[in-house]
């Protein structure tokens, strides 16, 4: 529908009918699904089809995730664009928004003054110096070394393959080298932007740098020698470069907040402190928050940045980055943000409407009463606890050797039968309303919570045991 950038009328309408075809549909399976349910002896809980009922109620999630999303497009976008401006600015300097935006603002105008005072007082009023710092400048958390290495083989790239290029062709006079030289641009250019665009992060950048050098060494005026400028001009500008890589590599080294490995260690940290506390308020029956849910999810893609960038970073006497543990621990806590996004679903009630409105308070509060529901709740944030503080020594030490906290670490055999329990304690609470769909059915909600206490449990053994095959 959307393939041209915008929705006819008709594509609207078209839209929305199989949106609500599509709820339709769901419902049905889900009706048909209940029907069976009770055909087979199991009209309210079984633990046996918790994860059949998972699977029913996240397919009913999805369809009306994606009829959400068909009736937000045929809205015209209201974004105020002037207040995003100003939310921007403010956002830069304020230590608080993102994590690093001061650190880089200080960085930044540190180098850029030093730059500009150099050129005036040492260079004779020349603006290469500041204009390559401005040109090399990014907000970068990482390793600073390896990113003005970088940054030198863009540079070096840019200001040498275009010498070179130009000595061994003809590209002055009318006709036929004016047509190779401006063919010779778009090839050497549209490559390095090719690098730019497809290349990964560690890369990408270099392909930029080479660009935006090259395009000054290639534009030079025809003399007797062709288009090649003097070697002690060329000279002068390596020089000059260099010297600002060089001064970027010394501020950035000297003012780096963090490592990327340290940065690591925070964003997962924080992540499984803000999962901990949305698990809480879930299971104590308040609401969770989509803002809490997303920064959990937030905080993971930024532990996943880190890791990539740690794992380039100079180790020096410092033992290798554990990549090979950290990829499967951030995919267990990556399937824990679903998780609380199934049950940040299974807090509202629908019924017509599309956001729906949250009522975990009534829906979990006859089964909160049982002793059972606090013992399995209890289990799981202990075990949630037990596996956070052992995840957090390992990757402050990087290594799993001697750590007390591994060797110490048991998981509570009994959580799984107190899960069984649990299921037997609240089934006579609970039965079908084979009336409502499944997202409004009190019973699969409840069976969702339950289902996903189990999944904790096992994504946190997942991690313990990644640690420990590390």
């Known amino acids: 529908f959307m393939g041209d950038g915008d929705l006819a009328h008709h594509e609207v309408d078209t839209l929305l009918r199989r949106a609500e075809e599509l709820r339709r549909e769901v419902h049905s399976i889900s009706r048909h699904y209940t029907g069976l349910r009770v055909e087979g002896g199991h009209p309210t809980l079984s633990i046996f089809l918790l994860e059949e009922d998972y699977f029913v109620y996240n397919m009913s999630a999805l369809a009306h995730a994606v009829r959400e999303f068909a009736m937000t497009v045929q809205k015209p976008d209201e974004r105020d664009l002037q207040k995003e401006v100003e939310t921007s600015l403010l956002d830069l300097v304020d230590p608080n928004a993102t994590r690093g935006n001061l650190n880089f603002v200080f960085r930044a105008y540190v180098a850029y003054m030093v730059a500009f005072l150099a050129g005036v007082y040492v260079f004779g009023y020349d603006f290469l110096l500041p204009a390559t710092i401005a040109l090399v400048l ?41 047509w190779a030289f401006l063919l010779l641009i778009f090839l050497f250019i549209g490559l390095c932007l090719y690098i730019y665009f497809s290349a990964t992060d560690r890369y990408a950048f270099i392909g930029m740098l080479t660009a935006a050098f090259a395009a000054q060494s290639f534009f030079q005026p025809c003399n007797g020698d062709g288009r090649v ?58 609401e969770m928050g989509k803002l809490l849910v997303s920064t959990v ?16 970073e100079p180790r020096f006497w410092r033992t290798a980055f554990p990549a090979r543990m950290v990829q499967p621990v951030l995919s267990e806590i990556e399937d824990l943000c679903a998780d609380l996004r199934i049950l940040h679903r299974a807090s509202h009630v629908y019924k017509t409407e599309h956001a729906g409105h949250p009522d975990i308070d009534a829906l979990l509060r006859p089964v909160r009463k049982e002793p059972v529901w606090k013992e399995c709740v209890s289990d799981m944030l202990t075990q949630f606890d037990a596996v956070s503080t052992l995840l957090a020594r390992v990757l402050a030490h990087e290594s799993s050797s001697a750590n007390e906290h591994l060797l110490n670490y048991q998981h509570n055999m009994q959580a799984n039968d107190r899960i069984e329990d649990l299921v037997d304690a609240i089934t006579p609470l609970l039965s079908y309303a084979p009336e409502l769909d499944v997202l409004d059915d009190p019973r699969a909600r409840i069976g969702v919570a339950i289902f996903i206490i189990n999944s904790v449990h096992n994504r946190l053994d997942f991690v313990v045991e990644a640690v420990m095959r590390y």
């Open 138 to 178: 990014s907000k970068f958390t990482g390793s600073a070394l390896e990113r003005n290495l970088g940054r030198m083989q863009g540079v070096v790239l840019g200001l040498v393959l275009p010498v070179i290029v130009l000595t061994q062709l003809p590209t002055c006079g009318n006709g036929a080298g004016t």
């Open 229 to 286: 400028v003097g070697a002690s001009l060329h000279f002068f500008r390596v020089v000059v470069t260099i010297t600002a890589i060089f001064l970027m590599a010394v501020i950035d080294l000297s003012m780096t907040s963090e490592r990327p490995s340290e940065a690591f260690q925070f964003h997962t940290a924080e992540s499984l402190r803000l999962a901990k506390k949305a698990l809480t308020r879930f299971y104590d029956g308040r």
């Open 297 to 312: 999810a937030l905080e993971v893609d930024r532990a996943q940045d880190m890791a990539v960038q740690a794992n380039h």
